[in-house]
């Protein structure tokens, strides 16, 4: 998927509108990204793209782009 | 009122699925609430049905990992009614068990139809939380081998 895809997936991930998410939207500014949030992540990398980080890694996530540098390191992102 | 919807295992390959079953009484209390002239199961003790199953089965695969508990309704759907005296069969499915979560796909039938089903979420609570002595009776019931 693109980078336009893949904000698409964390804005629906996260239950939020499409246009609320851009690289530099920090953690904070998305209210279901709390500790359910970082499990709910955690669990949508593994099952849809067999993606598993560690949970230092997950807790280290601070904002969107963050996610966006999971996705590319593991050639999600096209 | 107690809160256990799931009065017996009758298959389980631990962290992988189970079947189970709980008669609903019919008396119990919520009928007259819900709905008068109209008794049916509440969709969220339908949802709670498929939770405890779902938890009995996690539970089995690795007691140390903590107790498994309901952490999100991913989705649910409710496509019968499910009357008082109806034995509901419940099943559950793990789709992933990981060492914080995992998610099932669960469904309750009655009579051989499907009455509702859902996508749960579960975390893992330490044993220690819990009061000393806790156990599950269900489980341990059917781990034993006892009816």
């Not at chain 1, 509108?17 to 953690?27: E, F, G, V, Y």
């Not at chain 1, 998305?30 to 955690?42: F, Q």
């Not at chain 2, 009065?7 to 008396?27: N, S, T």
Request: hydrophobic share 45%; aromatic share 8%; with cysteine.
């Amino acid at each position: 998927m693109n980078q336009t895809e893949a904000l698409a997936w964390i804005a629906d991930l996260f239950e939020v509108l499409p246009q609320k998410i851009q690289p530099d939207t920090k953690r904070e500014a998305i209210p279901a990204w709390d500790s359910l949030g970082v499990l709910t992540l955690m669990a949508a990398l593994d099952e849809q793209f067999g993606i598993l980080p560690t949970e230092e890694e997950m807790q280290s996530m601070q904002s969107v782009q963050d996610i966006l540098n999971v996705l590319n390191k593991n050639g999600t992102i096209d | 009122m107690r809160f256990i919807l799931v009065d017996r295992i009758l298959e389980l390959v631990p962290g992988k699925a189970i079947r189970a079953e709980k008669l609903v009484a019919a008396d119990e209390d919520y009928f007259s609430d819900h709905f008068p002239g109209f008794p049916v199961v509440p969709g969220v003790l339908q949802i709670e049905m498929m939770a405890q199953a779902a938890g009995k089965c996690l539970d089995a695969e690795d007691p140390a990992r903590g107790k498994a508990m309901l952490a999100r309704i991913v989705s649910a759907s409710f496509r019968g009614w499910v009357k008082p005296g109806s034995t509901c069969r419940i099943f559950a499915e793990v789709k992933s068990s990981r060492p914080k979560f995992a998610t099932v796909e669960a469904c309750i039938e009655v009579e051989g139809s499907r009455v509702s089903d859902a996508e749960l979420f579960f975390t893992f609570i330490p044993l220690q939380q819990f009061a000393p002595g806790y156990r599950d009776e269900v489980l341990e019931s059917f781990l034993s081998g006892r009816p």
